[in-house]
């Protein structure tokens, strides 16, 4: 299973789809009708997928996944009757599936049979851009963590990887989380996560951004849970987006975190205590992109 894209319905999808290219360092792949679909440079066709929409919404997170994981994931969320229908995707890579709404409104595509492109070779540190290579985690606030990091783990087979005063993370493959539920009090899209090629590639971005008149909401920092280095923006369009890199890789038997395993000393919320966070900021921008289930369930 892997994470590949996420779908977002906003006013201006050009406009975004310029800036995530210009400022961010994605690169276009492919404009279908009004929708533009955008890389990284690595095998995934596209990322992010931004829709034409007067109102700004998530359409869907898409994860891949083979034949059988989605028989199962199928069977699974039948059985539990969550709102759910079958899918054949019109975006690239194209492949088939299902769309699932999570308890709280999350919508998840899973995709079989979608296929993967070639890399985007050239990185060069003589050129001052950077590129983010694919998604590493969308996280969700939710009203009930608990609840739906139980629900994945029912449902859709995926695997709490920590629990923290703030989030539930949830992996769906070796990497320690793919997404996360943070414990916000409302349904809404947290934010969404590139992961570079390394270390090196997260400052060159803060770098990169500072140039074009960003500073970074949240960072350079990092996490515990997952042991990652961030750096947190606030798009001009909306959402609130991270260069991250160096998430841990799991084993199969990791132990599961309990909140008390993860705590700060005083003054501290990451490991380095290099940067400030705005607050204020971040929760206005998570608010602002919403799951919204335009379609009718239908049977699997
Ligand atoms: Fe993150």
Redesign the pocket.
């Known amino acids: 299973m892997k994470l590949r894209s996420i779908e977002l319905a906003l006013p201006d999808p050009a406009g975004a789809a310029a800036w995530m290219v210009d400022v961010w360092g994605l690169y276009p792949a492919e404009v279908r009708g009004q929708t533009h679909y955008l890389r990284g440079t690595g095998t995934m066709p596209y990322l992010v997928a931004f829709e034409q929409s007067d109102a700004e919404f998530v359409r869907s997170t898409t994860f891949t996944c083979s034949d059988a994981e989605l028989a199962a994931i199928k069977a699974r969320v039948a059985d539990k009757g969550w709102a759910a229908k079958p899918v054949t995707s019109t975006d690239p890579g194209e492949g088939a599936g299902l769309l699932v709404e999570l308890p709280e409104g999350t919508l998840l595509r899973f995709l079989a049979g979608s296929t993967e492109v070639e890399t985007i070779e050239g990185f060069s540190k003589a050129s001052k851009r950077v590129s983010p290579v694919k998604l ?2 969308v ?1 969700f606030n939710s009203a009930d963590a608990e609840l739906l990091g139980h629900a994945v783990e029912d449902v859709l087979d995926f695997r709490v990887s920590d629990r923290t005063k703030g989030m539930v993370f949830v992996r769906c493959n070796d990497s320690h ?1 793919s997404t ?1 539920f943070a414990r916000a009090g409302f349904a809404s899209l ?2 969404v ?1 590139f992961e570079m090629d390394d270390l090196d590639a997260v400052m060159r971005g803060i770098g990169w951004m500072r140039d074009n008149g960003f500073a970074p909401a949240w960072g350079p920092g990092r ?1 515990g849970p ?1 042991d ?1 280095v ?1 750096a ?1 923006y606030i798009a001009p369009f909306g959402p609130v987006i ?1 260069y ?1 890199t160096a998430v841990e890789k799991v084993p199969e038997d990791y132990r599961t975190g309990e909140p008390d395993d993860w705590t700060w000393p005083e003054q501290r919320i990451d490991q380095w205590g290099i940067s400030d966070k705005d607050f204020a900021g971040l929760r206005v921008a998570e608010e602002r992109f919403r799951c919204r289930r335009d379609w009718e369930p239908a049977p699997l």
């Open positions: 590493t985690h996280v989380h996360a947290n934010h996560a996490h997952g990652n961030y947190y991270e991250s």
